[in-house]
């Protein structure tokens, strides 16, 4: 019923900036948290940052300052800029969407930093 789609991963230099965009569509409510989580090989599935549709945010302190989230409700969309990348942001970023009871997962996208 919800469908998030990614996009913007890929290979950057530590130093550089890459920006992920997350398009939610279907039944999409007005009030919902969309966000950013991350998983490194041999690591757990980490939060990144969420923004709520009223514009809340929690910022994890790894990237807090260089990190931004930011949404556009009218489409449904998520952005989260990355700065100043470093290699352990590397991993695989996944977008989620909560509403009421449910969340809902993107099939994540690679985004790898280059020492």
């Known amino acids: 019923q919800v469908q998030l789609v990614e996009s913007g991963g890929g290979l950057v230099q530590s130093g550089g900036s890459l920006r992920l965009s997350c398009a939610a569509s279907?039944?999409?409510?007005?009030?919902?948290?969309m966000g950013w989580y991350r998983q490194a090989p041999g690591t757990q599935r980490e939060l990144v940052a969420t923004?709520?549709?009223?514009?809340?945010?929690n910022i994890a302190d790894s990237v807090k300052g260089r990190f931004t989230i930011s949404r556009d409700n009218a489409k449904n969309t998520v952005y989260l800029q990355m700065n100043s990348l470093k290699p352990e942001d590397t991993a695989v970023y996944y977008c989620?969407?909560?509403?009421?009871?449910?969340?809902?997962w993107g099939q994540g996208t690679q985004v790898s930093v280059s020492s």
């Open positions: 279907g039944n999409i409510f007005s009030i919902n948290v």
């Open positions: 923004i709520a549709s009223i514009g809340g945010t």
């Open positions: 989620k969407l909560r509403q009421a009871i449910t969340d809902y």
